[in-house]
Every structure is written in structure tokens, then in C-alpha cells.
């Protein structure tokens, strides 16, 4: 099938983490549409089985073909670990990335020492999948996996500034730093927006990596060499137009004030869907 470069990219998370991808997917694709789909009403993801995790995901992504997209992004770490390999054999149609092989990548790449820290969801670390692909890049590398199932909601409730917020990423990454990790990759893309907590916790000799901008690298090459890339939009200012559509699950009008308070550009309307129809 012969995809249509000015066709809007999808992108789905379990909640508003994806958010963080979508941002940078923004900034290095300007000429880009996103359509973004975040489920909010069955969040989180990381406590729930793979099986549960596949078909959730593959109910959005039939709902973002609906759409017409050209590509998609699974800008969730939990289900790229789970459903990623699945998802890309049932909908050839569309190339599809998810963002664990990025951060490993760039994980890798910028440790020091070899000792490197995960951090997510318990359904992330449980997978094994960065360890995984850490190993395979960079076999002398030691990982360290660390299930983080309060930052989530930590996350959604819009406490990434509360002093309780600080005692609970200390609980966390104390035990990394107990084994001399140089590098911590934030596994899961609710986590970017704790970041200064976190960079404040580990110290300046840690190296944090975040693979909702690698996975926007990625994904700009990809469409590059697939000769994908949208045309040039119009410009007023600094800014490009694009038309960024957003739906959820539930809570739309909470996820709008949430997207508007981190996205580069004004949301303008989220739509509540039921994707258990596609």
C-alpha cells in the first residue's frame, strides 16, 4: 500500500505521558499533524498483563488507521515492550515505532562506566526488554531495573513539584545510585516530566536519557529514508501551523488542561472516544 506523506502521524500512550513525545516530535517534525490518542480511562498499564496491554493496544490502533495515518508511534514503554513485535505484524500497512530500541540506544552510547539504570513500570522492567537491548548493543554493560509504580500518578495528579514527590524519587533511585549507575533511562514517558526531581536526586555525574526525544530521531529518519516527510506548512513567526487532533478515553477536558500546561501549542479541543468499538 502506498502511504501519502501529508497524512497525519499517529501516536497513543496509556494516559498523558505520551505527551512528552508528542513534544518532541513537534519540535523536530514542525510540518507534521499528530493524531494523539491517550487512554485515559484504563490507566496505568505498567500493572497490567501483556495480554490485557495487546489488545488495548491493538484496539487504538485500529482506531488511529480509522484516521488515515502514515505512520504510528506507541509512545508508551510498557506497551511497546508488550505489544510492539505483535502490533507490527498484524498492521503491515504502516511503519511503526515504539520508544524502548531508542532509549537503549542512546543509553548505551552515553554511559561511562557500564552500569545503567531503568526505570518504569513494573510491566516494563518485568519484560526485560531494555536489558535486552542494552546487552545486545553494548554486551560489557550491567542493568539495573527499577519498577517505579508511584511516579505514574504522581504524574497525573499534577504533583511533579511536591515535596512528597521528592521523598518518593529518592525511595527509587537511592538503590541505583547504591550500585554506581552513571546513566538512568527514564522508561516510561510519564517520567520526563519529573525530570528536575530526579536530576536533583541522582546528582550532575548521572546521565538521564530520554527516549521520547530519541524516538523522535528516530522517527524523522524513518520518514526520511521512507520519503514520508510532509510538505512545508505555512509560517507565521517562529510558528508552523500544524492540526494536531487529540482524543482520549475519558477526562477530556482534564487532559486538555494538562496538554496545554507542557505542549508548545494551544490545544484547541480533545474528544472523548470508545475505542473498544474498533
Not at 513534544?23 to 514542525?30: A, D, F, S, V
Not at 510538505?231 to 487529540?246: A, I, L, P, Q, V
Request: charged fraction near 20%.
Amino acid at each position: 500500500m502506498s502511504l501519502e506523506k501529508n497524512l497525519p502521524i499517529g501516536v497513543f500512550d496509556s494516559g498523558v505521558g505520551g505527551l512528552t513525545v508528542a513534544k518532541e516530535i513537534m519540535k523536530q517534525l514542525p510540518n507534521e499533524n499528530i493524531i494523539y490518542f491517550g487512554d485515559t480511562a484504563r490507566v496505568p498499564y505498567g500493572n497490567k498483563s501483556r495480554e490485557t496491554v495487546t489488545e488495548y493496544s491493538r484496539q487504538i490502533t485500529t482506531f488511529l488507521l480509522s484516521k488515515k495515518v502514515k505512520a504510528i508511534v506507541i509512545a508508551c514503554n510498557t506497551a511497546s515492550a508488550f505489544a510492539l513485535e505483535t502490533l507490527s505484524k498484524e498492521f503491515p500497512e504502516v511503519p511503526m515505532i515504539g520508544v524502548v530500541l531508542p532509549g537503549a540506544r542512546a543509553a548505551a552510547e552515553a554511559s561511562q562506566n557500564g552500569k545503567i539504570g531503568v526505570i518504569g513500570t513494573a510491566g516494563t522492567v518485568r519484560s526485560g526488554l531494555y536489558e535486552r537491548y542494552l546487552t545486545g548493543i553494548r554486551p560489557d554493560c550491567q542493568v539495573y531495573g527499577q519498577a517505579c509504580p508511584l511516579f505514574v500518578p504522581l504524574v497525573e495528579e499534577g504533583w511533579a513539584n511536591d515535596p512528597i514527590t521528592e521523598q518518593v524519587v529518592h525511595r527509587y533511585i537511592d538503590p541505583l545510585l547504591d550500585n554506581w549507575v552513571d546513566t538512568i533511562v527514564l522508561g516510561c514517558t510519564h517520567y520526563p516530566l519529573l525530570k528536575d526531581v530526579i536530576e536533583q536526586v541522582a546528582g550532575p555525574d548521572v546521565t538521564l536519557v530520554n527516549p521520547a526525544y530519541e524516538t523522535a530521531l528516530e522517527l524523522k529518519q524513518m520518514l526520511t529514508e521512507g520519503d514520508l516527510l510532509a510538505d512545508e506548512r505555512k509560517k507565521k513567526g517562529n510558528y508552523t501551523y500544524s492540526n494536531h487532533t487529540f482524543f482520549v478515553s475519558d477526562g477530556a477536558e482534564q487532559f486538555r488542561a494538562f496538554a496545554n500546561s507542557i505542549l508548545p501549542c494551544e490545544m484547541i479541543e480533545t474528544k472523548d472516544v470508545n475505542v473498544k468499538v474498533f
